[in-house]
């Protein structure tokens, strides 16, 4: 069986596709259904060419063409949950650059993060770290590529929706209106789509804008300067059950081992707590608690740290959301911990950290 030309053709495409390709990982975006895309066009066209030339039955080609749709569309949803996925994490780290340029948190984070997802923007504004990533650049390559092998493909609007499923994931959901047939008309479809990816928090790295913006905004309010370094924080889930405990082999004081809150503190680790705010929250700067809250300790072991990062350098304490913003009232210093690590009386309970207050 020989090529068609158009096969030809399409083969060249699809060799000019690779060219220059970064590999897989990276921030280039949805190669597979491409390749999975043109492949099967290819198999059906050639397929159908095929027939046309040998069998003259209408009926069997007609099933041929059903069959080779339907197996297109099957791979096109395939593909988009995965973009989904690869363009919410892409948002985020997009939604972080705009933090770090910006110096301010998003207005509303369940339209911006979308927007991002969508359009790689905030308001319109590019952003590196999501614009090579969007749904709309996955909608257009996949209907012009399809459009050149003989198959017209269109997109309505996608809708996208973020829910906490948690404190640790975010559930988002898209929808989107396709249109698909092929040239000649004799199969179409015509669907609407609804697709979920949970998104766990702490699996890509991102990072916690509520440093940075509050770190900066309060050095510089406190000293009359722009800080040398921000403080930064990656979200990274906390491990530990208990914080410390009796190590009978040492004198006191070393008997008190805190080894384990340490470690919590330096390695920027969150935990679950109800009165902080939660991942969404921390990307609109909003501070309000919540039943999917999460905290870290400022890491005072670390460099660049100097009280003079948080909202009130002469008295702090060291949960992130006081440290930065809202303060506190009270507060206690630990056995055996740095000279600056302070928890308020409610910290001091829900830490199980009362029988080691040295204040």
Same mark, same amino acid.
């Given at each position: 069986?020989?090529?068609? !030309?158009?096969?030809?053709?399409?083969?060249?495409?699809?060799?000019?596709?690779? @060219?220059?390709?970064?590999?897989?990982?990276?921030?280039?975006?949805?190669?597979?259904?491409?390749?999975?895309?043109?492949? +099967?066009?290819?198999?059906?066209?050639?397929?159908?060419?095929?027939?046309?030339?040998?069998?003259?039955?209408?009926?069997?080609?007609?099933?041929?063409?059903?069959?080779? @749709?339907?197996?297109?569309? %099957?791979?096109?949803?395939?593909?988009?949950?995965? $973009?989904?996925?690869? =363009?919410?994490?892409?948002?985020?780290?997009?939604?972080?650059?705009?933090?770090?340029?910006?110096?301010?948190?998003?207005?509303?984070?369940?339209?911006?993060?979308?927007?991002?997802?969508?359009?790689?923007?905030?308001? +319109?504004?590019?952003?590196?770290?999501?614009?090579?990533?969007?749904?709309?650049?996955?909608?257009? =390559?996949?209907?012009?590529?399809?459009?050149?092998? $003989?198959?017209?493909?269109?997109?309505?609007?996608?809708?996208?929706?973020?829910?906490?499923? +948690?404190? *640790?994931?975010?559930?988002?959901?898209? %929808?989107? /209106?396709?249109?698909?047939?092929?040239?000649?008309?004799?199969?179409? *479809?015509?669907?609407?789509?609804?697709?979920?990816?949970?998104?766990?928090?702490?699996?890509?790295?991102? @990072?916690? !804008?509520?440093?940075?913006?509050?770190?900066? =905004?309060?050095?510089?309010?406190?000293? +009359?300067?722009?800080?040398?370094?921000?403080?930064?924080?990656?979200?990274?889930?906390?491990?530990?059950?208990?914080?410390?405990?009796?190590?009978?082999?040492?004198?006191? !004081?070393?008997?008190?081992?805190?080894?384990?809150?340490?470690?919590?503190?330096?390695?920027?680790?969150?935990?679950?707590?109800?009165? =902080?705010?939660?991942?969404?929250?921390?990307?609109?700067?909003?501070?309000?608690?919540?039943? /999917? $809250?999460?905290?870290?300790? @400022?890491?005072?072991?670390?460099?660049?740290?100097?009280?003079?990062?948080?909202?009130?350098?002469?008295?702090?304490?060291?949960?992130?959301?006081?440290?930065?913003?809202?303060?506190?009232?009270?507060?206690?210093?630990?056995?055996?911990?740095?000279?600056?690590?302070?928890?308020?009386?409610?910290?001091?309970?829900?830490?199980?950290?009362?029988?080691?207050?040295?204040?």
């Amino acid at each position: 069986m020989s090529e068609t !030309p158009k096969i030809l053709r399409a083969k060249q495409h699809l060799n000019m596709l690779w @060219t220059g390709m970064p590999p897989m990982g990276k921030k280039g975006f949805l190669y597979t259904f491409f390749i999975v895309l043109m492949i +099967g066009l290819l198999t059906i066209n050639f397929q159908i060419q095929h027939r046309s030339n040998t069998v003259l039955d209408r009926t069997n080609l007609l099933v041929a063409q059903m069959e080779g @749709t339907n197996a297109l569309v %099957e791979d096109l949803l395939l593909d988009f949950d995965r $973009g989904v996925g690869v =363009a919410a994490v892409q948002a985020f780290k997009g939604a972080s650059e705009f933090a770090a340029q910006n110096e301010s948190y998003l207005d509303d984070v369940h339209v911006r993060i979308p927007e991002l997802m969508l359009n790689g923007t905030v308001k +319109g504004t590019e952003l590196n770290a999501s614009k090579d990533s969007t749904l709309t650049l996955w909608t257009q =390559a996949v209907a012009n590529v399809s459009e050149d092998l $003989g198959v017209n493909l269109s997109f309505g609007e996608i809708s996208i929706l973020l829910k906490e499923a +948690g404190p *640790w994931q975010v559930n988002i959901t898209a %929808e989107m /209106n396709v249109s698909m047939r092929d040239l000649t008309a004799a199969v179409a *479809w015509n669907f609407t789509y609804l697709t979920s990816y949970l998104l766990n928090i702490t699996d890509h790295n991102f @990072t916690d !804008p509520i440093y940075l913006i509050e770190g900066r =905004a309060n050095y510089e309010s406190n000293t +009359g300067s722009a800080p040398a370094e921000d403080m930064m924080s990656v979200f990274t889930r906390n491990t530990y059950t208990n914080w410390w405990q009796n190590d009978t082999s040492q004198p006191p !004081p070393q008997q008190v081992n805190t080894s384990l809150l340490q470690s919590h503190v330096r390695t920027y680790r969150y935990r679950n707590d109800t009165d =902080a705010p939660s991942f969404l929250q921390r990307f609109a700067g909003n501070f309000s608690a919540s039943k /999917n $809250g999460i905290e870290s300790f @400022t890491n005072m072991y670390a460099s660049p740290y100097s009280p003079d990062y948080s909202v009130n350098p002469s008295f702090f304490c060291s949960t992130d959301f006081q440290f930065f913003r809202s303060g506190c009232t009270t507060r206690h210093q630990i056995i055996n911990t740095h000279p600056q690590f302070y928890v308020d009386d409610a910290h001091l309970i829900s830490y199980n950290l009362t029988k080691i207050n040295s204040s």
